[in-house]
């Protein structure tokens, strides 16, 4: 198909009233969570998963992209009014919207962060659009030997960026992949781990794993932190930024967008570490630099473009190769498994309504999106003022039933709770969940592609470096893994944004 | 020392060390032809190394010392905590016996006052949670279709 043809497709999914009903649904509990502190996307991807059981697959990940995305607006509506970041990703937006709020300029930051977003996130869908096609086409080529070099190659990365000590990320990572183990080989047929457990033997379930680590430690976490603070009275007159607001925007939305795309690509990035960039890349270029923390424009503009235009670019390593890139993209991953997807390189072939669907509803839901947020606002902000004390009963609530629903059985439940208090203790003594979530989704996985890769080479491992591909991305995880020895300004890059990012 | 960083590092280490343990039963193989306990070994050995670093360096960390200095628990609700949990707990157990809408009700009048003890009067929170409980029966039940255990229920039937 060509592209133009594939593009009308996946319209005809994503515009049809189950693939509209779902983008709305996302985007709308997106721009809702974005906008209440305490709770962000993963979290409520990892919540929404049993209900997403019912849903087709495509309408299942129309939702779920709608939740990453919408939360990126949303989030900055909290940023500039009360200087609390909805979520990680909009906390740059604080520095200069709140205090464009505080100067009276809180409709303009609002209306700058909205349509930038709006720009962005449709430059970063186009960008998926264009880029995502060949790539799968290069991914057809990949045998196990390939895939296990890729997840490999992901893992690497997610660790070396990961917020805070790197080898406990790799220590997460390697209990995540030893979760993975529990339950019945399937190169085998035995059991392991199991002890008899009936629950067990069916493997630890990504659901109860996944809510508890995110969605109960979240909750348990923030339990008495999140206090009402005053929300900025500001009687802005319109949400349209001036003339003069759009000049200063322009570069930075653009540059915002392009910086956003191609660093979400990138494993262990997502959508957090590219605003602190394009906040750092924006002062730099300025004429200003002096001006930014005081309101200056182009420090909300940039930021929030890229925070978008990151999450389309997030989802490129998941739809053509099936390599989650970060923790929200593994929860996604963790939809298509639930739904009997078998994500990789097939994906684009074998179920074009998901990829082209996803990709098609990222303009529908943009669009909604700018159409809820800033009409709505004023919907939003009375939102913020729901204590929290009413609202985590709820989440838990959510997240009992939801764990049941799967499956039925109590003692999920029970694990559910188990991995939210070590979610919780985990946090405490920061150790980052995102890397056992991405070994405990892909642990099968890579054990399977390397015992696959194993059987058909006999045993030889230098199979891995005599194919072409495998022999590439085994190389770039050689140059990562040395690669802080040999240019700490690369690391000091990635570093500062991690300090930042707490 | 770092007592939170070397308890954190201990555990990991106790997890990599029954891992071990509980792979060698399992037949090993070799590298060119690994069998089922292949990996868990290799991981629980990885693991062990690495705690073993961290316990190293947990050791080495200066625990920071002066009166200003938060303990470990502080700031955080541990009372709250403990029951929220604890609730969650006997709700997973409780599901069956009595039933969603019994159930649920308890637990979220339950998590309510938890929330705010001061807050809510008794028969107000129960009131309130009756309510939720419906409300999410039937979000649940009839549009999601899930199923439901009827519990104490069924006797009134």
Known sequence: MGLWDSILYGLSVSLSPEGL??????????????????????????????????????????????????????????????????????????????????????????????????????????GLALVAPPLAETALRFGPTEIFCVLLLGFAMITYLARGSTLKAIAMGIVGFMLATVGIDSLSGTARFAYGSITLMDGLGLVPVVMGLFGVSEVLWNIDKVTNRDIFKTTFQGLLPSGRDWKDSAGPIARGGILGFFLGILPGVGAIIPPFISYALEKKLSKHPERFGTGEIAGVAGPESANNAATAGSMIPLLTLGIPPNAVMAVLLGVFLIHGVPPGPNLMQEHPEIFWGVITSMYAGNVMLIILNLPLIGIWVKLLKIPYEILFPMILLFCL???????????????????????????????????????????????????????????????????????????????????????????????KSKQHGD | MKKSELIGALFLFVFGGIGCFEALKLEIGTISNPKTGFFPFLLAVGLLLISGVLIIKSLSMREEKSDDTPGFWEGVPLKKILLVVGGMVLYGFLLEPLGYLIATTLLIAFLFKVARPQRWRWLSVFVWSAGISIITYVLFKVWLQVQFPVGLLAALI
């Open chain 1, 21 to 126: 009903l779902a983008c709305f649904s996302g985007v709308l509990i997106g721009t809702l969570i974005g906008v209440l502190p305490g709770i962000g996307p993963v979290a409520t991807m990892s919540i929404l998963l049993p209900i997403s059981f019912k849903m087709s697959p495509a309408s299942a990940t129309i939702m779920m992209a709608g939740v990453f995305y919408g939360a990126m607006y949303g989030g900055s509506t909290t940023s500039i009014l009360v200087n609390i970041p909805g979520e990680t990703a909009s906390v740059v937006t604080c520095l200069d919207g709140y205090a464009m709020a505080r100067k009276g300029r809180a409709g303009a930051a609002l209306g700058i962060s909205a349509f930038g977003s709006f720009i962005a996130g449709t430059m970063g869908v186009m």
């Open chain 1, 401 to 495: 039933i939801g764990v049941y629903s799967v499956s039925n059985n109590i003692w999920e439940i029970t694990i559910m709770i188990i991995f939210g208090v070590v979610g919780f203790l985990m946090k405490k003594i920061n150790y980052e969940p995102a890397p056992l979530i991405l070994s405990l989704v892909l642990g099968r996985m890579a054990e399977e592609s390397l015992r696959q890769a194993l059987v058909i080479s006999k045993g030889d491992l230098g199979v891995f470096f005599q194919r072409p591909i495998s022999r590439m991305l085994l190389i770039f995880f050689l140059i990562l893994v040395f690669a802080p020895l040999i240019s700490p300004p690369v690391k000091r890059i990635f570093q």
